[in-house]
């Protein structure tokens, strides 16, 4: 029995991240460079075109679309390899939930020892004892 294809949830976390992928990228480009391979790769529009709307010449659009794809590429190659997400709903799933609950809970609720190093304070009083919850009075 083949696989069964993606859902059309898997499908928009491939689409969301692609789109967050190429949004990173972009921002490490300059602006001319990000210009040229947002209207040429990602719009769509021929190098006469962009070079209109930038009020540049085709070669100058042709030349930083080159540099913006030679960036991009180093860039990815240079970037350690992500494991991809978990599938929905699987165990993987569920033990990346469980390790970042506890992490989170970790960080709201830190042990007594963490609480004392987290508020160290130089002039030797302790913040816990100190500390007044509620309204101020009046």
Known sequence: MPPAAPGP?????TMESMSLAL??????LPPRQRAAIVLRDVLGFHARE???ILDTTEESV???LK???AALERH???SPRREPAPPPGS?????????????RLRLLRPRPAD?????????GLDPLRHTHLGHDPL
Do not use: G, N
């Not at 949830?9 to 976390?13: G, L």
């Not at 993987?92 to 390790?99: C, G, T, Y």
């Not at 004392?116 to 130089?122: K, Q």
């Open 91 to 103: 165990a993987a799933e569920q033990r990346l939930v469980d390790r970042l609950s506890r992490a």
């Open 9 to 13: 949830e898997a499908r928009y976390e």
């Open 67 to 69: 540099r913006a794809r």
């Open 115 to 123: 609480r004392r190093l987290l508020y160290r304070r130089t002039d």
């Open 50 to 52: 962009a070079a209109d």
């Open 76 to 78: 990815q190659q240079s």
């Open 62 to 64: 042709t030349s930083a």
């Open 23 to 28: 949004i990173t990228a972009l921002q490490l």
